[in-house]
């Protein structure tokens, strides 16, 4: 049954296939179907409004309702500056301090973080890594964990397997072979990564700091200032961002692990 599974994980994670799905939520017109898929998807995923601007209808595509903005009068995001916050609503799957270039994937399933990274890091001085998983109902924006200066990117091509319990649990190695944009940013003179995944379905990842993604695996220098919670990027559908912080910077949130996360709850207090 497993191999089966891992064999339609495969054939899902193409690209074209997320490019199709793409298009379907960009449709704007029929309206009436546009709206009837809206309805559906909120219904499935039993989306409440309540921290959104509008209504479902409202919105001109599926992929518009997707990437809904919170109403800032209901959620508004202020920096906390007392550590490094959580970039998205999801469930904060893990979070664990290494020593070596191996961090948990799933139980009994590691990965290497500096291929995930394209970075090479010395890992004998603690690293910090904590796994965010965004449901298909979550709120898809995501914002800046930290205060300070963003000094890289790097987006590396790959395939889009799912990020749910499947596909973590059957796909070795998930957050290296999935495509995925690596931001490096400077923290009290520290280095902190922020690693937005790409997933089934997921043709795209937007970042608002870049103009123009460059899609070679290498990494492009930046100097930017940016401020924590300001809105850093968007993903089409559900997906992972995975934060890799130096030890020295504070101590994880270890109590909130399995549990519901929102943006700017703390993750690693200072």
Not at 120 to 128: A, K, N, Q, V, Y
Request: net charge positive; charged share 25%.
């Amino acid at each position: 049954m497993n191999s089966l599974l891992r064999i339609l994980l495969s054939v899902i994670s193409l690209p074209v296939f997320s490019r199709l799905y793409g298009r379907v939520m960009r449709l704007r017109r029929p309206r009436f179907l546009v709206r009837e898929l809206i309805d559906f998807f909120k219904d499935l995923y039993k989306i409440e409004m309540d921290d959104y601007q509008g209504e479902a209808g409202d919105y001109a595509s599926l992929g518009e309702f997707f990437i809904r903005p919170f109403d800032p009068q209901k959620r508004p995001l202020k920096p906390r500056g007392d550590g490094i916050v959580s970039p998205a609503d999801g469930v904060l799957s893990n979070v664990e301090t290494i020593y070596e270039d191996r961090a948990v994937q799933v139980k009994g399933i590691d990965y290497p973080v500096s291929k995930m990274l394209r970075r090479e890091l010395d890992f004998s001085r603690g690293w910090h890594v904590a796994t965010i998983y965004l449901s298909p109902y979550n709120y898809h924006r995501f914002h800046y964990p930290v205060s300070g200066k963003i000094t890289g990117y790097c987006h590396v091509r790959g395939r889009l397997f799912p990020v749910n319990s499947h596909g973590m649990t059957l796909i070795k190695k998930l957050f290296i072979r999935n495509e995925r944009i690596v931001t490096r940013f400077e923290s009290n003179g520290l280095p902190v990564f922020a690693v937005a995944v790409g997933a089934t379905f997921v043709g795209s990842i937007k970042m608002l700091f870049i103009d123009k993604i460059k899609r070679d695996g290498r990494w492009k220098e930046l100097d930017l200032e940016v401020e924590e919670q300001g809105e850093m990027g968007r993903f089409e559908m559900g997906s992972t961002i995975v934060l890799v912080v130096p030890e020295e910077l504070g101590k994880p949130a270890a109590e909130k692990i399995g549990q519901a996360i929102k943006v700017g709850e703390t993750v690693i207090a200072f």
